[in-house]
């Protein structure tokens, strides 16, 4: 197992190494690195694959609130820490948002950005005040009293798939779960940059699920649209976390952009 420790933050990071093409792997809210094992499997012959916790998942821990350009910087610290000059970043859900703004905080390290089930912008009123509750419940409530939002995250993330939606239920209810104020700070407080897209010239691939019931589909045709040098592709049907339950789609489009760029 591998650490950095930065100042207040103390970051779980895997890497398969080798003298590649590097991609760094940004996981969703509520999830960890391993959430892509599937691109692991299928990237790791030709390039470097990192995958990171963010503070309060995982094995990732922090003693402070955090903002997602402080998240940015995470990224940039552990590409210093690996002698890593640019890579491609790929992000889920708030994994995008981390990328976004690692790619405005330093553009000459962002080779490409493939951004899942994302956005560029922040949560309204409703949503943050619905999302505060959730996060609320998270740290203070027993796995039993969990059980139900616990199921309903992962229909979110995972649609109907049954064996994803149990395993990711059976590492909840047995992780230490009262870090997520930390990262609930974060995406509580997020900022709107869509007025910033225009400023990402490196190339985005932007993929999205019909079905996505945390992020609307227009929020990430809309930010395609924004970002002068991007793609989108939908997959009809697919919800959250389409890198897991359409693997093999996602991991083929993915493969068809790196070769691009």
């Known amino acids: 197992m591998s650490f950095l420790d930065l100042d207040h933050h103390r970051i779980f990071f895997t890497d398969t190494g080798g003298e590649k093409p590097a991609l760094i792997f940004s996981h969703g809210f509520f999830l960890d690195q391993s959430s892509f094992e599937s691109q692991y499997d299928y990237f790791r012959t030709n390039y470097r694959c990192i995958g990171w916790d963010e503070m309060g998942f995982g094995q990732s821990t922090t003693t402070i609130n955090y903002s997602y350009w402080d998240s940015a910087q995470v990224i940039l610290s552990l590409m210093d820490h690996l002698s890593i000059e640019s890579a491609t970043l790929l992000g889920v859900s708030?994994?995008?948002?981390?990328?976004?703004?690692?790619?405005?905080?330093?553009?000459?390290?962002?080779?490409?950005l493939v951004l899942?089930?994302?956005?560029?912008?922040?949560?309204?009123?409703?949503?943050?005040?619905?999302?505060?509750?959730?996060?609320?419940?998270?740290?203070?409530?027993?796995?039993?009293?969990?059980?139900?939002?616990?199921?309903?995250?992962?229909?979110?993330?995972?649609?109907?798939?049954?064996?994803?939606?149990?395993?990711?239920?059976?590492?909840?209810?047995?992780?230490?779960?009262?870090?997520?104020?930390?990262?609930?700070?974060?995406?509580?407080?997020?900022?709107?940059?869509?007025?910033?897209?225009?400023?990402?010239?490196?190339?985005?691939?932007?993929?999205?699920?019909?079905?996505?019931?945390?992020?609307?589909?227009?929020?990430?045709?809309?930010?395609?649209?924004?970002?002068?040098?991007?793609?989108?592709f939908g997959i009809d049907g697919a919800p959250h976390g389409p890198n897991v339950t359409h693997a093999g789609l996602v991991n083929q489009k993915i493969e068809e952009f790196l070769l691009k760029t």
Request: glycine letters at 8%; one cysteine or more.
């Open 94 to 112: 708030k994994g995008g948002f981390i990328s976004l703004r690692c790619a405005l905080s330093a553009p000459q390290r962002v080779a490409g």
């Open 116 to 232: 899942i089930g994302s956005e560029a912008g922040k949560f309204s009123q409703e949503q943050k005040s619905e999302f505060a509750s959730l996060i609320d419940a998270w740290k203070e409530l027993t796995s039993d009293e969990l059980s139900e939002a616990m199921a309903a995250v992962g229909g979110t993330y995972f649609g109907s798939n049954a064996h994803e939606i149990s395993k990711w239920k059976n590492l909840w209810r047995n992780q230490d779960r009262s870090q997520v104020i930390f990262p609930g700070h974060a995406l509580l407080s997020r900022d709107d940059i869509t007025d910033r897209l225009s400023e990402i010239l490196c190339p985005a691939l932007v993929i999205h699920g019909s079905d996505d019931q945390a992020i609307d589909i227009a929020k990430a045709e809309a930010m395609a649209v924004g970002l002068p040098n991007s793609e989108f």
